[in-house]
């Protein structure tokens, strides 16, 4: 079953610039790929599946692509309510569900 | 809209056996596309998917706890259980579950519960 490797561990972002998560998984998930925000004290949200599909209420500031083994979610024009670690997580052979180990987002 | 709450223990002694339970509402339980899972998260730690079950009883679990974890439902309540057998400190963590489609994220969550193994 496939890995998945986040980078980098912590991401520390200016308000208002931009930012590029990595997650890339050890064999082909194809687009079986989702991202979650996980603020502390809250449970994780779904931002995405299907590699790039947006879930609802997630603000355009959030994008994601990718497929295969390389995989990003940008957010563009970070505000401080973006803090967070974001989670990559695959199901392209559940099971299992597979979690990549995260990166933390914080602001500069 | 679905909503879970998960309930149980806050403080479980070493060795012992946990129970948890997730209750569901705003969706039916016995809807073919859903599945339940249990998901958790060490203090300072990654999220980690202990398992999945189906309404019919089918479960999923992650192998490196397969030999510790049952789960069972009871759609009658509403509830999806989580036992977890001869824990240890390693076990404490936030403990959440979550829906999601067969093969598919995990789009709903509930709160999590804080389960601290201790003497």
């Known amino acids: 079953e496939a890995v998945l490797t986040q980078s980098p561990a912590t991401l520390s972002v200016s308000p208002g610039e931009s930012s590029t998560l990595s997650c890339r998984a050890s064999?082909?998930?194809?687009?079986?790929l989702a991202w979650y925000q996980h603020k502390p004290g809250q449970s994780p949200r779904l931002l995405f599946s299907?590699?790039?599909a947006r879930a609802t209420g997630v603000p355009a500031r959030f994008r994601a692509s990718g497929s295969g083994t390389e995989f990003t979610l940008t957010i563009s024009s970070l505000q401080s309510e973006d803090v967070a670690v974001y989670y990559c997580?695959?199901?392209?052979?559940?099971?299992?569900?597979?979690f990549g180990g995260g990166t933390k987002v914080e602001i500069k | 809209q679905l909503q879970l709450h998960e309930s149980g223990p806050g403080l479980v002694k070493p060795s012992e056996t946990l129970s948890l339970t997730c209750t569901v509402s705003g969706d039916s339980m016995t809807n073919s596309l859903n599945y339940w899972a249990w998901i958790r998260q060490p203090p300072g730690k990654g999220l980690e998917w202990i398992g999945s079950?189906?309404?019919?009883?089918?479960?999923y679990y992650n192998s490196s706890l397969k030999s510790r974890v049952f789960m069972s439902v009871d759609t009658s309540k509403r509830q999806v259980s989580l036992s977890l057998s001869s824990m240890t400190a390693a076990d404490t963590a936030v403990y959440y579950c979550?829906?999601?489609?067969?093969?598919?994220?995990?789009?709903?969550w509930g709160q999590g519960t804080l389960v601290t193994v201790s003497s």
């Open positions: 064999q082909s998930i194809n687009s079986n």
């Open positions: 079950m189906y309404y019919t009883g089918s479960t």
């Open positions: 299907a590699a790039s």
């Open positions: 979550a829906r999601h489609f067969i093969a598919a994220a995990l789009d709903s």
């Open positions: 997580q695959h199901y392209n052979d559940w099971p299992p569900l597979t």
